[in-house]
């Protein structure tokens, strides 16, 4: 994309920022050359605002350089003078629209501020909204669109005046994969008609292959920077994913190569520095045994515990006991309207002691909506939830002791201290003095809390409050626990963390977790997942089985990597074939991998597409989640 | 300065305002409401005070005395109680607020030309209410005592008892009240009510209308784009301040359909003063919204530094000039004073530019810096 002696439009040089006594950005050095999309990969506090802000100009920054289309951003003057190019979405799904305006006011809005002429805001608008599909629901007030629509109208108004370059703080954050698709593309497609630059940012690692460069951002500082491509193989090693492991044989895996990632009943394990062959015949070496493995590329993920130089943690010592057969969590019919509106319409799923369930689905599926029912939170309109063989409708107070309950916002006082947040829930769930002080010593413990204690829950990382918020909905010691999108935004380290902790506490102590989530990639190490469209669970199974039944109905993956990659959809599409872009590659359903490449290829050649057949990708959660919400959307 | 951004900014603020419910009411119910509540509420008459009398000497003397108080629109004679016992709980549950203990013996006694003392209790737990009606008892006693005597003279001297009256009352006040002429407190509160009502409702809809684009991000619509501080201050705020001068008028209305106070000064001065002081109460809005970051804060602040000065500092309750030294200096200071000076002056008095330049002058003063440090220290580039 860069063309030698031209101008980048963002350059930054030991750029710093700071918040009181906190670095948010320390010492950052970036350049974004005219047309690319370059993406700022990180967790919460990364430091992605921070930067991107001061790149819109509506930050004070406090060292180093900044020059943003050849300014430099030294002063509110050198600022005022750029922003006419630039255009700025906030972070906050649609926070920066006015719920009380129709989409198309909250467009005019956007478009008269940056005084475009009337003719060409209005030919600007429908093309946008043609693009995005908004247009049908123009008259609609902006409080009553969904997560993704909101996303959608954000990114027009932040377009309309046809910016140079455009700062898109976190779009995706909190909305579901489906929508997050949806998003790149249309995205990939504007910047393609304008030719703007667009500056990104994400906390979901998968999203990396969306960007021509990334920079991956870790407590303020670069960890890595490049194409999304380089930066994973850069971390060269094998994922092995092992199948029927005895514990003992986990326990020894776990010893040797530092951490093993339960995923259902499968392993997950990352071996650095080893190819497929190497990683296969080390797991041979050490079980003494030939185990079933398949082995995958690495994914970033993989790539940002290794840089981060994560302290290899105290292995899992997971080991399944039997916990019974029969469901603690059932949902039966279960059923909830307001007015008109179905939010859960007959559900059905049952969750066994010592399993981790996992309920997906988009915003406004109804997730929530009936984790609540389930709570006695919300009554049933019909149907009934049965949890720890209690009719939820009707239990007392006394059956919510044995239900733990962690929701999004992290149920925290953020004025108290680690400790006195403990001892508060101890004392709401009635316990004595002695078993407090055992309980408290227990979560501790097992959160990592240990020099914290006396900490502000506020002042604790982000990490460490989501899991000193399940130290205290374990505090009573449930025996069911649900979760409702525990982990958003918080860093691929303390996720990993997080997801130990349920799975020592379900296969260990036999607690039965539902948990709710928008990360893929924790769906794939759930043992049951139930899918959610529409109120309905439209899916249910193992991630294994919905896999299959993927294959089944829409056949394989085949991916290709194309030079130009939107042609090359539309040339597949118009041919018959199940494409989708992804990034800068072609994800095609096909019967035969291996017999149709040539195929594909040949197809593309013909209409002068240079395209190579990478071979056949294993489907991931979220190919299931959107092929099947494609699927149900299109009915 | 550019005409199309500010226009866009204020088209898309009003129709927040006329959509949102909260804040609809907020800017047009709650100011009207606010006067009928204050209005109703805060009248300062004590009148038809519940009254009981204890006759122990039940005499043609004591009847007659006793009738005094019952025949004016002061007392509101609740009965006769035989015995002092019930009083205790009567007064305690504030049914009965003064009572009379007429002595056996004093129809007698005053026969006899003796002196007598007839027992009078008055709650005392509102002193300004206590006091009025220890008033009303003086008055009523000392034209019993009045007639008593003018009785004797006439018996003595032959003349009527008139006459006698008026030998006895040589000097009379003449008093006529000026502005006010029925001394009805509602006349004297209505017109600071408006100032009170025109001191808390702007800010409160400029600091909340501000402060919850900072909370939700729709802030950054400013700070990102070429719109300058000027035009969001002309833009977001002129309709805070059409929609408060609005208010204004419909109090005006209000003070004089509801409540009937007259109007005899110059209304169009009085529209320039209402204009002027409702920009710079919207002013001192925009300051709170600069220096909180929550709703909640701006709430609280708005509260605290506008009913407290309009109600304590302003004449309402405690004329100026009868607030302490370190009081009247606050009230100085304060924009609340000056506006109420110009609404009762208009009002009541009859007053005009001639007569209150100078207390224009000051709230145009205060409006301006308040615009003028708002203008400063708002920041399109901030630190956090």
Known sequence: MTEGGKQPVVEARGFRKRYGAQRAVDGLDLTIHAGEIFGLIGP??????????????????????????????????????????????????????????????????????????????????????????????????????????????????????????????????????????????????????????????????????????????????????????????????????????????????????????????DWRLFLAGLNAEAAQAAITTLLGRTVQTRASEPELEDAFIALVGAPP??????????????????????????????????????????????????????????????????????????????????????????????????????????????????????????????????????????????????????????????????????????????????????????????????REEGVAVLVTTHYMSEAERCDKLALMFAGRVVAEGTPASLKQALAARRGKLLALEVEAPRQALVQLQSAGVDASLHGRRLHCFVADPAAEAPRLCQLLASAGLAARALGELPASMEDVFVALMTELEAT | MNLQRITAYAYKEWREIARDRLFFSL?????????????????????????????????????????????????????????????DTLMASGTVRAALIIPAGFGARLAAGKPTEVQTLIDGTFPSRALTTKGYLDAINAQANLDGLAKLLAQRSGLTEDAARQRLTPVKLAVRYRYNEAVLSLWSIVPKLLMVILMISPPFLTSIGVVREKESGAIFNLYASNLSRGEYLLGKLAPYVAISFLNAWVLWLMALWVFGVPFRGSLAFFALASGVYVLCTTGIGLLVSIATRSQVAAMIVTAIVTVVPAVLYSGVLIPVPSLGPTGQLIAHALPAMYYTEIAVGCFLKGSGMADLWPQLLVLAGYAAALFTAGFLLMSKRPKV
Not at chain 2, 65 to 79: D, I, K, Q, V
Request: glycine share 10%.
């Open chain 1, 44 to 265: 919460d506090g990364a430091g992605k605002s921070s930067f991107m802000k001061a790149v819109a100009g509506v930050l004070q920054f406090d060292g180093g350089s900044l020059s943003v289309f050849g300014t430099a951003i030294d002063s509110d003057a050198a600022a005022e003078s750029i922003k006419d190019r630039i255009g700025l979405m906030p972070q906050g799904l649609g926070q920066n629209l006015y719920p009380d305006l129709s989409i198309e006011e909250n467009v005019d809005f956007f478009a008269r501020l940056r005084l475009v002429p009337q003719a060409e805001a209005e030919a600007r608008k429908e093309r946008l909204f043609a693009i995005t599909r908004l247009g049908k629901f123009r008259a609609r007030p902006m409080k009553q669109l969904s997560g993704g629509m909101k996303q959608k109208l954000g990114l027009v108004c932040t377009l309309i005046h046809a910016p140079l370059l455009i700062v898109l703080d976190e779009p995706t954050t909190g909305v579901d994969p489906v929508s997050r698709r949806d998003f790149w593309a249309i995205l990939a497609e504007l910047l393609q008609e304008t030719g703007a630059t667009a500056l990104v940012s994400t906390a979901y690692l998968d999203e990396a292959s969306r960007f021509d460069r990334v920079l991956l951002l870790h407590e303020g500082r670069a960890l890595a920077a490049g194409e999304p491509s380089s930066l994973s193989a850069a971390q060269s090693g094998t994922v092995l994913t092992l199948h029927d492991l005895q514990s003992d044989e986990a326990l020894q895996l776990a010893r040797q190569f530092g951490y093993l990632e339960p995923r259902g009943r």
């Open chain 1, 313 to 506: 943690a105290a292995p899992p010592v997971v080991v399944a006991q039997a916990h019974g057969a029969e469901p603690v969590i059932e949902a039966r019919h279960l059923t909830r309207r307001f007015g008109d509106f179905v939010a859960v319409d007959d559900a059905n799923f049952r969750v066994l002691p010592g399993e981790v369930f996992g309920l997906l689905g988009a915003n406004g599926a109804g997730k929530t909506t009936a984790i609540k029912m389930l709570n006695g939170i919300l009554p049933p309109s019909s149907g009934e939830g049965w949890v720890a063989g209690a009719d939820m409708k009707r239990a007392g107070r006394a059956i919510k002791a044995r239900i733990g309950y962690m929701s999004q916002a992290f149920s925290l006082y953020t004025d108290l201290t680690a400790i006195e947040n403990i001892q508060l829930y101890a004392s709401i769930y009635g316990l004595s003095r002695q078993q407090a002080r055992e309980r408290a010593r227990w979560i501790v413990d097992m959160a990592g809390l240990a020099g914290f204690e006396d900490a502000l829950a506020a002042s604790l990382p982000m990490g460490l409050r989501q899991r000193l918020a399940l130290g205290c909905a374990l505090v009573h010691s449930p025996r069911v626990l649900f979760l409702d999108e525990p982990t958003s935004g918080v860093d691929p380290l303390g996720r990993r963390r997080f997801w130990d902790i349920l799975f020592r506490l379900a």
């Open chain 2, 27 to 87: 800017a047009f119910v709650v100011p009207p409401l606010l006067m009928l509540l204050f209005g109703v509420g805060l009248s300062l008459d004590v009148e038809h005070i519940p009254f009981v009398v204890i006759d122990q000497d039940h005499s043609q003397y004591s009847r007659d005395y006793a009738a005094r108080y019952s025949s004016g629109p002061y007392f509101n004679l609740l009965g006769q109680l035989d015995h002092p016992d019930r009083l």
